[in-house]
């Protein structure tokens, strides 16, 4: 992981960029949001970039339903994301088609701006990135990897409440991500999340703190 033990292939050695992951309903909107509005850290999130990236009359929307069909999108012509995640987490090779469409798209955005804000004087960049994994093109860019972790079943139970889905579709959707094992495995940091919001509050708190004071 070239990109966490030096700057070598970063976009510059300041501001340090920190790519937050964990698993699906792990906590890490929590933790980027709180950085955000407490301490006005810049987040690129890449799961907002996917969504701008089909909004109505984007180019990529017309080609997920030329993939698809017309059944994708609801009447006010917005894609329905239940329908495409119930499709995807059931048939890998349309997840592979719709990570073949989506992920060149958003490192692209990424990437401009990463650029943009490394004009500007912050201590640090957040990136989140839900599917980072030990292939992940992002490791070159990042100076740390925070891992937002806990328990399978405390995960499942939180998507479960959260997108009113059931077990099924939920255990579906925590599978098809990278595992634990290799989300800890990138880990530089590891933002333990089975106690209360508070206490994940807490850490995060202490971590922005030890990173600015570097």
Same mark, same amino acid.
């Given at each position: 992981?070239?990109?966490?033990?030096?700057?070598q292939?970063?976009?510059?050695?300041?501001?340090?960029?920190? $790519?937050?992951? $964990? $698993?699906?309903?792990s906590g890490?909107?929590t /933790?980027?949001?709180?950085?955000?509005?407490?301490? #006005?850290?810049?987040?690129?999130?890449?799961?907002?970039?996917a969504?701008?990236?089909?909004?109505v009359?984007?180019?990529?929307?017309?080609? *997920?339903?030329?993939?698809?069909? &017309?059944?994708?999108?609801? %009447? @006010?012509?917005?894609?329905?994301?239940? @329908?495409?995640?119930?499709? *995807?987490?059931? !048939?890998?090779?349309?997840?592979?088609?719709?990570?073949?469409?989506? !992920?060149?798209?958003?490192?692209?955005?990424?990437?401009?701006?990463?650029?943009?804000?490394?004009?500007?004087?912050?201590?640090? *960049?957040?990136? /989140?990135i839900?599917?980072?994994?030990?292939?992940?093109?992002?490791?070159?860019?990042?100076?740390? /990897?925070?891992? /937002?972790?806990?328990?399978? &079943?405390?995960? %499942?139970?939180?998507?479960?409440?959260?997108?009113?889905?059931? #077990? %099924?579709i939920? +255990?579906?959707?925590?599978?098809?991500?990278?595992?634990?094992?290799?989300?800890?495995?990138? #880990?530089?940091?590891?933002?333990?999340?089975? $106690?209360?919001?508070?206490?994940?509050?807490? %850490?995060?708190?202490?971590? !922005?703190?030890?990173?600015? &004071? +570097?």
């Amino acid at each position: 992981m070239n990109g966490l033990t030096s700057t070598q292939g970063a976009v510059q050695q300041r501001p340090f960029i920190v $790519g937050l992951t $964990g $698993g699906i309903a792990s906590g890490k909107s929590t /933790v980027s949001r709180y950085l955000a509005e407490a301490y #006005a850290v810049p987040i690129i999130d890449t799961d907002v970039i996917a969504r701008d990236l089909v909004k109505v009359g984007s180019s990529t929307l017309d080609e *997920i339903i030329a993939h698809f069909g &017309e059944s994708i999108v609801d %009447k @006010q012509g917005n894609l329905n994301r239940r @329908q495409l995640r119930d499709i *995807i987490s059931q !048939h890998p090779n349309e997840r592979l088609w719709l990570n073949a469409l989506m !992920h060149p798209k958003i490192y692209d955005d990424v990437m401009a701006q990463v650029k943009q804000l490394s004009a500007s004087p912050h201590p640090y *960049i957040m990136i /989140v990135i839900p599917l980072l994994n030990s292939d992940s093109p992002y490791l070159d860019l990042l100076n740390a /990897v925070w891992v /937002v972790d806990c328990d399978e &079943e405390r995960q %499942k139970q939180h998507l479960i409440a959260r997108d009113q889905m059931s #077990a %099924k579709i939920a +255990q579906q959707l925590i599978d098809a991500q990278p595992s634990r094992q290799e989300r800890l495995a990138l #880990a530089t940091v590891i933002l333990e999340n089975n $106690g209360s919001t508070d206490e994940l509050l807490d %850490k995060t708190e202490r971590l !922005h703190q030890r990173l600015i &004071e +570097q």
